[in-house]
C-alpha cells in the first residue's frame, strides 16, 4: 500500500494522464483526435496496474473515450467504484469541464457526456445526506464560460473558466470513506 502523506493520492489520474512512463496520454489524445476525428481509440486511462501499489486508492474513474460525430466530441467514462453522494458530482462535473476543454482545443462543439458504473454505491454513514438532498428544490442549471482566447487544454486556469448563474443551496457534509 502506497506510503502516500494524508490527501495525497498518490500517482494517480493526473500523473497517469501526463506521464505514463514518459507518456503524456493527454496530449496524444488531443492530436489523435485532431488528426482523425472519426478513430476509435481516443482513450485516456488511469489504471497502471504496474503503479496501482503506489497510490492511496486505486483509480475509481479509470477509462474515458473520446469521439467525434457530426462535428461533435463526446466522451464516455467507465467508474469502477462510485461513492453517488461525495464522488459522482465531482466526476460529472469535471468530465463535463474536460470534454469542453478538449472540444475546444480540438475546433469541436460539445456532444454528450456518458458515464457507465461498476460498483455504485450509498455509504451507510451518507443516507441522512442523501435524503436531505433529495429533498432539496433543484435550481436552474449554470452555464460554462470559457474565456474564448484561450485555446489550448493545458493554458487554462480558474480565472478562465466559470459557472455563469450558478447558485446552491449550502453545503452538506460527509466522511470520506477511503
Not at 3 to 11: A, E, I, N, V, W
Not at 42 to 60: K, S
Request: net charge negative.
Amino acid at each position: 500500500v502506497s506510503q502516500s502523506r494524508y490527501g495525497d493520492l498518490g500517482g494517480a489520474y493526473g500523473v497517469q494522464w501526463r506521464d505514463w512512463r514518459g507518456v503524456d496520454q493527454l496530449a496524444n489524445l488531443i492530436e489523435g483526435i485532431k488528426k482523425d476525428p472519426n478513430g476509435r481509440r481516443h482513450i485516456i486511462t488511469a489504471w497502471n496496474v504496474d503503479e496501482l501499489d503506489q497510490m492511496a486508492l486505486p483509480p475509481c474513474h479509470v477509462l474515458a473515450q473520446f469521439y467525434v460525430s457530426n462535428g461533435k466530441l463526446s466522451c464516455h467514462m467507465y467508474q469502477r467504484s462510485v461513492d453517488v453522494f461525495l464522488g459522482l458530482p465531482f466526476n460529472i462535473a469535471s468530465y463535463a469541464l474536460l470534454t469542453h476543454l478538449i472540444a475546444r482545443e480540438c475546433e469541436l462543439n460539445v456532444g454528450e457526456l456518458i458515464i457507465s458504473t461498476g460498483d455504485t454505491h450509498i455509504y451507510s454513514n451518507h443516507v441522512d445526506q442523501v435524503n436531505e438532498q433529495l429533498a432539496r428544490t433543484e435550481y436552474p442549471l449554470p452555464t460554462l464560460w470559457l474565456n474564448p482566447n484561450i485555446k489550448k487544454v493545458t493554458e487554462f486556469t480558474m480565472e478562465n473558466i466559470e459557472l455563469d448563474n450558478y447558485k446552491s443551496h449550502t453545503p452538506i457534509k460527509a466522511e470520506m470513506a477511503v
